[in-house]
């Protein structure tokens, strides 16, 4: 049965439901990974040293899933979701292996690097395949599967790590990876059938220039961001360097882009209001996301005192809220429109970051979960319909590119409140190993203002939104399959 997308159709022989449990299983394993090895560092380095090097398993991951995203959503565009969520699979699959055999602690870094490039394929694929089979009623709903996979993963990475690592082998937190991307493979091969894009494929070229100096800049400005003021400091030679040589390559990105006849990301989409202001609020998300994840536990531990599970039963309340508030923004925004949904979510998220601020040593953890569960609801409502509104808004042909934009724009976020948060942390704490209570809630009271200024940030990009009934396209999907 076809579907229609825009101007173009996308066949497929059967019904949805094994594509989308594809999908979610896919994107299990990219969640999964982000988090999984976080509780086996120490036996990792008792296995293979290089303690030193460690933080690189987690930096190398994100870095080479973020820069390929951009390029990954262009050559969809091109070829088709399907090879390039298969090439993204099997990507992280060698990954896996390579990972679960690496004999050296540089060996396993280069190796998460494989598994990142998988990644940066499979996370926007999936919401972009999603886009492609449903209708904009139903992707909301869709969405909240898949964002309710990132929650789960959340909790039970650290968990799983733990157990492979202590009863197994940490080894095992890898190869596991290999049955579970053969059957998401072999549910996406068996299920999902495209017709669109081979007169698409022949119409356009792949810009190789341009590929090599979008991943070349983004690689070294995101480098620079994570590892500023920790491998080096932000004004030595190298941080410098590093910045500098990442900002010639991004400026002669853009010469080349604006002279290519089929460019890697198509600057134009940069001008339109809907896709700079969806962007701009994936961009907050992705800040908000990482600055919770990463020091609403050390709160809970350090300051309240609690153990490690019960901070992250402080967190995972956020990634409860996020899937609950997804599912169900489908009938709000066809009720009231994205820009009111977004401007809903981006109110909840911006109170729920205006009572980080009351947190104190004398506050209870369940007060941590709920004001971390308000925020998770606001980030459903405003970060699934401000997605949809971008992928609605242009052709078949586009989504791709709009799609891995917007994912692109979360890294770069993530990125920069790593930097942002990390250096508001060291400005109260500096070299303490361990700081005491009160220094730690003053540091980490820094970071909650800076959430809330990012959430401030978030509701001004949703305003920016255009109104109901003024995107630049109507999305046109047609009856949905089965």
Not at 25 to 39: H, K, M, N, P, R
Not at 71 to 81: N, S, W
Not at 134 to 163: D, F, H, K, N
Request: net charge positive.
């Amino acid at each position: 049965m076809a579907i229609g997308t825009g101007t173009k159709s996308v066949g497929l022989n059967s019904e949805r439901g094994p594509i989308l449990l594809s999908l979610m299983l896919s994107t299990s394993l990219v969640a999964l990974d982000s988090t999984i090895i976080a509780t086996a560092v120490l036996t990792i380095v008792g296995d293979l040293g290089g303690f030193a090097q460690f933080p690189w398993l987690f930096s190398i991951y994100l870095l080479a899933q973020a820069v390929s995203v951009p390029i990954y959503g262009k050559l969809a565009d091109i070829f088709g979701r399907k090879p390039i969520m298969l090439l993204g699979i099997a990507l992280f699959a060698a990954g896996s292996l390579l990972c679960g055999i690496a004999w050296s602690m540089p060996a396993l870094i280069m190796f998460r690097a494989l598994q990142g490039l998988g990644a940066g394929a499979v996370q926007p694929m999936a919401l972009t395949i999603a886009g492609d089979i449903y209708t904009v009623a139903e992707r909301a709903r869709v969405q909240g599967y898949i964002a309710s996979v990132w929650g789960i993963s959340s909790v039970l990475g650290p968990t799983l790590g733990g157990l492979f690592s202590e009863y197994l082998s940490w080894r095992w937190i890898f190869l596991i990876n290999l049955p579970l991307c053969a059957i998401a493979a072999w549910t996406l091969i068996r299920n999902f059938t495209e017709n669109a894009v081979d007169r698409h494929a022949r119409r356009q070229r792949i810009d190789y220039l341009g590929a090599v100096l979008l991943t070349t800049g983004a690689s070294l400005v995101i480098l620079g961001l994570l590892e500023g003021g920790q491998t080096w400091a932000w004004v030595s030679p190298v941080g410098i360097g590093v910045f500098v040589v990442g900002a010639l390559a991004l400026i002669a990105f853009v010469l080349v882009e604006r002279r290519a006849a089929d460019p890697i990301l198509p600057l134009h989409m940069l001008t339109r209001r809907i896709l700079v202001a969806s962007s701009l609020v994936s961009m907050a998300v992705g800040a908000i996301l990482l600055g919770l994840t990463s020091y609403v536990p050390t709160f809970v531990q350090g300051v309240l005192g609690t153990g490690a599970l019960v901070a992250g039963f402080a967190l995972a309340l956020l990634t409860i809220g996020w899937p609950i508030a997804a599912s169900l923004a489908g009938r709000v925004y066809l009720r009231v429109g994205f820009r009111t949904t977004a401007l809903i979510g981006s109110a909840l998220a911006l109170t729920g970051s205006v009572l980080l601020l009351l947190l104190s040593g004398s506050s209870q953890v369940w007060q941590v979960g709920a004001f971390c569960f308000v925020i998770g609801l606001g980030m459903g409502l405003v970060a699934a319909p401000t997605l949809i509104a971008a992928q609605s808004s242009v052709d078949w042909g586009d989504r791709g590119v709009v799609t891995s934009t917007n994912m692109f724009a979360r890294a770069i976020g993530s990125s920069v409140g790593v930097a942002v948060f990390g250096a508001l942390v060291n400005s109260r704490v500096g070299e303490n190993v361990e700081p005491d209570p009160t220094e730690l809630s003053g540091a980490i009271h820094l970071v909650f203002l800076g959430i809330l200024a990012v959430a401030i940030l978030q509701t001004v990009a949703s305003a920016l939104m255009p109104g109901r009934g003024k995107t630049d396209k109507v999305d046109r999907v047609a009856q949905p399959v089965g």
